[in-house]
T-cell receptor, first 114, second 113 residues
Framework: NAGVTQTPKFQVLKTGQSMTLQCAQD?????MSWYRQDPGMGLRLIHY???????DQGEVPNGYNVSRSTTEDFPLRLLSAAPSQTSVYFC?????????????FGPGTRLTVL | AQSVTQPDIHITVSEGASLELRCNYS??????LFWYVQSPGQGLQLLLK??????LVQGIKGFEAEFKRSQSSFNLRKPSVHWSDAAEYFC???????????FGTGTRLQVTL
């Protein structure tokens, strides 16, 4: 199993450009999520999904869109990038069920918006 | 809503010395608690987790953590630190069945030789 994969690893954008961060998992996990990591702030939840066709907002959703058309993929879209979105982005996946299930993290995407 | 506090932003210890990183959480029900480590430029690696049962949990790389409900704490410990342990450490709490994690702000560990 490849686990959770993210592409690209690095990206530089200009203000106003759009792009999609890709996330895929091959563990048949129902739950997938996106976090951003900023210095001194830990990781903050952007959006999450509990299954195909179901998404919801996390703590910091503004400026980001998501969709979940398949179990495997959970892309994160920036429609008009802003310098405040410069960050490291992590995707995670896990099972859902009767109790909490461990999440598995991807290697991250480092995004710089100029 | 749950929250996590890591009161120490930066800690420096000598190689071979013992280590304790503090973590306090706020959550109304039984928490699911985690410690992750992140080396510079790398992703997150799970060190250990507490779901239920024995309140002293063992993890990888010689780390352990103790869940203390009365103090709402889940401190990470290691008896003898190695230079390779220098990294950033994150405590996190998971809630309910939605698998959402709330992270602390992290503690950066520096190890002097």
């Amino acid at each position: 199993n490849a686990g959770v994969t993210q592409t690209p690893k690095f990206q530089v954008l200009k203000t106003g450009q759009s792009m999609t961060l890709q996330c895929a998992q091959d563990m048949n996990h129902e739950y997938m999520s996106w976090y951003r990591q900023d210095p001194g702030m830990g990781l903050r939840l952007i959006h999450y999904s509990v299954g195909a066709g179901i998404t919801d907002q996390g703590e910091v959703p503004n400026g980001y869109n998501v969709s979940r058309s398949t179990t495997e993929d959970f892309p994160l879209r920036l429609l008009s990038a802003a310098p405040s979105q410069t960050s490291v982005y992590f995707c995670a996946s896990g099972r859902t069920g009767d109790s909490y299930n461990e999440q598995f993290f991807g290697p991250g995407t480092r995004l710089t918006v100029l | 809503a749950q929250s996590v506090t890591q009161p120490d932003i930066h800690i420096t210890v000598s190689e071979g010395a013992s280590l304790e990183l503090r973590c306090n959480y706020s959550y109304g029900a039984t928490p699911y608690l985690f410690w992750y480590v992140q080396s510079p430029g790398q992703g997150l690696q799970l060190l250990l987790k507490y779901f239920s049962g024995d309140t002293l949990v063992q993890g990888i790389k010689g780390f352990e953590a103790e869940f203390k409900r009365s103090q709402s704490s889940f401190n990470l410990r290691k008896p003898s630190v190695h230079w390779s342990d220098a990294a950033e450490y994150f405590c996190a709490v998971g809630a309910g069945t939605a698998s959402k994690l709330t992270f602390g702000t992290g503690t950066r560990l520096q190890v002097t030789l």
